[in-house]
């Protein structure tokens, strides 16, 4: 299957007459680059998509793939514009941009805020329930419902 993706790729940007010398160095780079990032196709490719339109990406080698053969990329992780505390929070920002590794931001639950980082992949909320008072090793508490982190997330953006 790969092949005949490569075939393709080569075939449908071939017809380079006409164009400047600039555009058909730049075309034959990404035909390159598209090709070297072939095999990864078979286990998945980066993509970094944001969340205002389904067709809106931010542009990565991976991307020229779709672009060089013509076939149109989407998503479906769009923002419902009427939610306006969750789209201005988001504005522009990409899927890679809001998921940033290291990073403090404030965690709203049941009316409660809480302090949360992201370590190694893993979102952990700072252990500051009275439940805690008599574990003096625990600090951080894992979030484990990707539910509960989006629903902070959105909301420690808008505050």
Same mark, same amino acid.
């Given at each position: 299957?790969?092949? +005949?993706?490569?075939?393709?790729?080569?075939?449908?940007?071939?017809?380079?007459?006409?164009?400047?010398?600039?555009?058909?160095?730049?075309?034959?780079?990404?035909?390159?680059?598209?090709?070297?990032?072939?095999?990864? +196709?078979?286990?998945?490719?980066?993509?970094?998509?944001?969340?205002?339109? *389904?067709?809106?990406?931010?542009?990565?080698?991976?991307?020229?793939?779709?672009?060089?053969?013509?076939?149109?990329?989407?998503?479906?992780?769009?923002?419902?514009?009427?939610?306006?505390?969750?789209?201005?929070? *988001?504005?522009?920002?990409?899927?890679?941009?809001?998921?940033?590794?290291?990073?403090?931001?404030?965690?709203? @639950?049941?009316?409660?805020?809480?302090?949360?980082?992201?370590?190694?992949?893993?979102?952990?909320?700072?252990?500051?329930? @009275?439940?805690?008072?008599?574990?003096?090793? +625990?600090?951080?508490?894992?979030?484990?419902?990707?539910?509960?982190?989006?629903?902070?997330?959105?909301?420690?953006?808008?505050?």
């Amino acid at each position: 299957m790969l092949s +005949l993706v490569a075939e393709r790729l080569l075939d449908s940007n071939t017809n380079l007459n006409n164009k400047n010398v600039g555009y058909v160095e730049n075309q034959q780079q990404n035909i390159a680059v598209a090709i070297d990032l072939l095999p990864r +196709l078979a286990t998945g490719i980066d993509v970094n998509f944001k969340f205002r339109r *389904i067709d809106d990406f931010e542009f990565t080698r991976e991307c020229a793939i779709f672009d060089l053969l013509d076939i149109p990329l989407y998503h479906g992780w769009i923002v419902d514009p009427q939610d306006y505390d969750t789209a201005n929070a *988001i504005e522009s920002k990409s899927y890679n941009t809001l998921m940033g590794e290291r990073e403090i931001c404030v965690f709203l @639950q049941n009316n409660h805020f809480s302090t949360m980082f992201k370590f190694e992949g893993v979102l952990y909320v700072l252990a500051t329930d @009275q439940g805690y008072i008599n574990q003096p090793d +625990l600090v951080w508490e894992k979030l484990n419902e990707v539910n509960h982190f989006l629903y902070g997330l959105f909301a420690s953006r808008s505050s």
